[in-house]
């Protein structure tokens, strides 16, 4: 059973920073793609961000330029920089790891954008 564990979120000032991580266990299989959804109260879940195994990744228009989807030197592992902050970020951020057909969602982090 694969698990997910995210940490970074927190409050912020618009125009700061944030970097959240997440780190999947429990996969036998190299070949995934993992990324970030999030999703703010009375709204549907968003997709963010994703990379591949590989390193191809794919944006949200609305953070293209402010945030970077990166892979971890460790397996399985993936960060999302994200700079530029503006209030209409604020949301819960959710971590996603895609293998087989299959998806696998962290518990969510809070990320508050506020002056």
């Known amino acids: 059973q694969v698990q997910l564990v995210e940490s970074g979120g927190g409050l912020v000032q618009p125009g700061g920073s944030l970097r959240l991580s997440c780190a999947a266990s429990?996969?036998?299989?190299?070949?995934?793609?993992m990324g970030w959804y999030r999703q703010a109260p009375g709204k549907e879940r968003e997709l963010v961000a994703s990379i591949t195994s590989g390193g191809s990744t794919n944006y949200a228009d609305s953070v293209k330029g402010r945030f970077t989807i990166s892979r971890g030197t460790a397996q399985n592992t993936v960060y999302l920089q994200m700079n530029s902050l503006k209030p209409e970020d604020t949301a819960v951020y959710y971590c996603?790891?895609?293998?087989?057909?299959?998806?696998?969602w962290g518990q969510g982090t809070q990320v508050t954008v506020s002056s």
């Open positions: 429990g996969s036998r299989f190299r070949i995934n793609v």
């Open positions: 996603i790891f895609s293998q087989v057909g299959r998806n696998y």
